[in-house]
């Protein structure tokens, strides 16, 4: 860690963890989305389910579905702001096993523009986050750097193809995930890189015959 | 190759090799790490300072936290020393470290904003002790500046060779990290050398070995704020012996390590799960289960 690490962040109380790192969560969830939904279904597991409203973990996380930063001082008013910006929200309990993290939010959004996505993500310590499943689908997203998030179909040399075109575009690739369901079906790749990807490298990629979706999501730290 | 470790005694050896104060050698060591200019780099730190005044202030307010089980203990301190019949134990310096420190874990609990230095729980220590040290010894914001930098840079060995998590290494390692960060800082911005700087992180951490995490509920409440106040003394007492000439017969590093190891070997029920000391008091037990029953309801 570095100096500015340990003197900082400048964040709302009270918890890194359950405030800070949830507002981060929020924030992924709604980039993951590709903006501010309009409907969230907000499943809480373990000690977010028990401490939430002592730590103001369901302010943060609406406040991070609303784009805010987790040192804005509007986050104990959150609910006032989603219920005045057309946000419907609701939070519910779930038992997602042992096995689970124990501070892990399911969200379950809906876009202005009708689409859907199930996201699920983990507060991991210190304000730290981590997002480990989108629909249903194993990934590993931190929001430490920013990155792209594709959705493909398992076919020798995509990567390549995918990785050619940033090299092209002077992005470089600070970290690599790859995910697939089974050999030659759908799967995922999980890209972070040094510098933002602006948006005509994204749609280079997204052309590629074999790239389903391709999403870019923006550091949240 | 294997990476050595960050080390405060290291430091301390060459910036007194160098015949340098160890606040002129740490500015330069994190400049170059953070490539930028010691303009940018105290910069950083004076508005960290400003965020952390108006943690004070808004926790001096009187609030309370959204739970209802803590708030307006600071208020209620600065209140009673201004009362006729008030017996002041402490003095003025100790007595507004630990109502400014208390005032900043108030402002936390009710979701106020605050720098989490260098964690959330225990963000009141280095208010604490800077604004009564500003106050009481005249420091000016450059000073507090720089001992900001000596202070972060004390909490990187920590975070390096031990952990400045409750859930880590308990409360000794979130509060009395925290105390350990202040105490050096006050002995630099004091004039101190290198040498005394480590020794009051030293002493720090011997002073303080062992506190657990036993947040009541999970909320960090109870016991955390008064542990913010009752830290921000440590730090002053540390300081206090080692400008005094007191030596310390465990050096910093060695005194890190301990914590460390002490941390180690904590049961998980004493790291931030509630599953044990305050938390699990009868009266604790109570009112948690009111509270979750409220909150569920």
Known sequence: MNLIDIIGPVMIGPSSSHTAGAVRLGLLAASILGGQPVQAEINLHGSFAETYQGHGTDMALLAGLMGWTPDDERIPEAEKYAKEGGLTYSFKKIDLGNMAHPNTVLFKLTSASGSYCEIMGSSVGGGQVKVTEIDGFPVELTGRLPAILTVHIDTRGVIALVTSTLANAGVNIATMRLFRSNKGGMASMVIECDEAVPQEILNLIGALQQIESVRFIASVL | MKKEMLSLNGWIDEATRWQQSLDEFLIDYNMRELECSEEDLLAKMQDMLKVMEKSVEYGL??????????????????????????????????????????????????????????????????????????????????????????????????????????????????????????????????????????????????????????????????????????????????????????????????????MKSVGDSLPCALKETAGGGMATTPTALAWAKQYFAGAHK
């Open chain 2, 61 to 258: 307010t009187g609030v309370r936290s959204h739970s209802g089980l803590t708030g307006g203990d600071s208020k209620r301190l600065v209140e009673a020393a201004m009362g006729e019949h008030f017996v002041s134990l402490l003095g003025e310096k100790a007595m507004d470290a630990v109502i400014y420190a208390m005032a900043v874990g108030e402002c936390n609990a009710a979701m106020g904003r605050i720098v989490a230095a260098p964690t959330a729980g225990a963000s009141g220590v280095l208010p604490g002790v800077f604004f009564s040290l500003k106050k009481h010894c005249q420091l000016s914001d450059e000073v507090l500046a720089r001992g900001l930098v000596v202070a972060g840079s004390i909490g990187m060995v920590i975070a390096e060779r031990a952990s400045l998590a409750g859930a880590t290494g308990g409360c000794q390692a979130e509060c009395g990290s925290a105390a350990a960060m202040a105490a050096g800082a006050a002995v630099a911005m004091l004039g101190g050398s290198a040498q005394q700087v480590g020794t009051a992180v030293a002493i720090v951490f011997k002073n303080i070995l062992g506190l657990v995490c036993d947040p009541v509920a999970g909320l960090v409440e109870v016991p955390c704020i008064k542990r913010n106040g009752a830290c921000a003394l440590q730090a002053l007492l540390a300081a206090q012996l080692a400008l005094s000439g007191i030596s310390s017969f465990i050096n910093a590093d060695e005194a890190i390590d301990a």
